[in-house]
């Protein structure tokens, strides 16, 4: 079968490198979204271990549609009665690039009405009731190239359930995840984010250093799929749960708000690394690690959704008199402002473009000195 990874903008990198360290086979990355063949256990094992995606999806179906009855006519033709049963709901999601299908209501009428036709001929049925656990359809259409997808995750793979607290701009977990993968930090040195806010860079680095699946602690839609046998996420929870380490960490988080600092106490209890990370309180300009070499991951206000820009750029410019003080140490820092370089005092080694929710951003990477 056929799979996809949904992922945020420019993303799809990270995740791919995911799914091929999950001994996953056939990765694809495309615009926001990662392919890849399997089974159900595949398909398991990646809703319980991408720290980066969004959804995982089943691809029930793609072919070329320029019109709406060819869009009808192909979703019609697929065996729609393998997956939805005969008193499931199924709501219609989609989307459209580039394409001559372009209308996102039309494109969602004409799918739902093909598959009613053809779950009502093989159920035999003049109605279909859909009043049972739902199958969420989603069809997507790139270049007139149409994707039926079903989605196996059910709410998006960024809430691990740790995070009960939201303070704000808060940082989505997917994208803080990322932000750890892309430093290549392997938990053998400190991790610090001296401007943590309720914590989630910090979490989700102790939960990607102590190998712990960050969707062990929730349920997937797969859950209640018929087509999707219990046995193959039985198994992969199983060897999730058996596949955790303990080695030594230091993390380090801090920040000047009690209150965001109470609610990364509370997260880090509630994701079951709180003794990994040491929560303190403290001003970014005081940052002073012990240890000589380490890597600092920041996702400091921008001056756009909290607090004022003159705030954030005087901010920039402290934590470049701070971090550029520790030679030893890699930081990595994102943030929308377009000044950030020459606030920070020095170019950047490497710039990514990302996406902070709507926010167009930059991850801004300055490499530690060699010894």
């Known amino acids: 079968m056929k799979w996809i990874a949904t992922t945020g903008y420019a993303l799809e990198g990270v995740t791919a490198k995911e799914l091929e360290k999950l001994n996953i086979s056939g990765v694809t990355a495309r615009p926001t979204r990662v392919e890849f063949d399997g089974g159900f256990e595949e398909a398991a094992r990646a809703n319980l271990w991408l720290r980066t995606a969004g959804r995982v999806r089943l691809v029930a179906g793609q072919y070329t549609a320029t019109t709406f009855e060819e869009l009808f006519e192909g979703c019609r033709a697929l065996p729609w009665e393998d997956w939805i049963g005969r008193d499931m709901a199924f709501p219609v999601t989609a989307r459209a690039v580039s394409s001559q299908l372009m209308s996102v209501p039309d494109i969602q009428k004409i799918v739902k009405k093909a598959v009613v036709e053809r779950l009502k001929a093989k159920y035999n049925l003049s109605w279909l009731l859909e009043t049972a656990q739902s199958a969420a359809i989603e069809a997507h259409i790139h270049k007139d190239c149409v994707t039926l997808s079903i989605d196996t995750s059910g709410s998006g793979l960024h809430l691990r359930g740790y995070r009960k607290l939201n303070g704000p701009a808060a940082l989505r977990e997917t994208l ?29 680095g102790a939960l990607y250093a102590r190998n712990m699946a960050p969707g062990l602690r929730r349920k997937f839609a797969a859950d209640h799929l018929p087509f999707f046998p219990e046995r193959a996420l039985r198994i992969e929870r199983e060897y999730a749960r058996d596949a955790k380490n303990d080695e030594p960490l230091t993390i380090l988080a801090s920040d ?85 370089e020459r606030l920070y005092g020095a170019p950047a080694h490497k710039r990514r473009q990302l996406k902070n929710g709507n926010i167009a951003c930059r991850y801004f990477e300055y490499f530690a000195r060699k010894p």
């Open 176 to 204: 803080a995840a990322a932000l750890v993968l892309m430093t290549k930090w392997q938990g053998d040195r400190p991790l610090a984010d001296p401007c943590c806010g309720t914590g989630t860079i910090a979490v989700e």
């Open 256 to 340: 000047i708000d009690d209150e965001a600092l109470s609610m990364a106490k509370y997260h880090a209890q509630m994701a079951g690394v709180s003794q990994n990370i040491r929560i303190t309180k403290a001003d970014l300009r005081a940052f002073a690690p012990q240890e000589s070499q380490g890597h600092i991951i920041c996702n400091p206000p921008y001056g756009q959704r909290m607090g004022e820009v003159r705030q954030a750029e005087d901010l920039y410019r402290a934590m470049g008199e701070t971090f550029r003080a520790l030679p030893g140490w890699s930081t990595h820092i994102i943030t929308s402002s377009p000044n950030f």
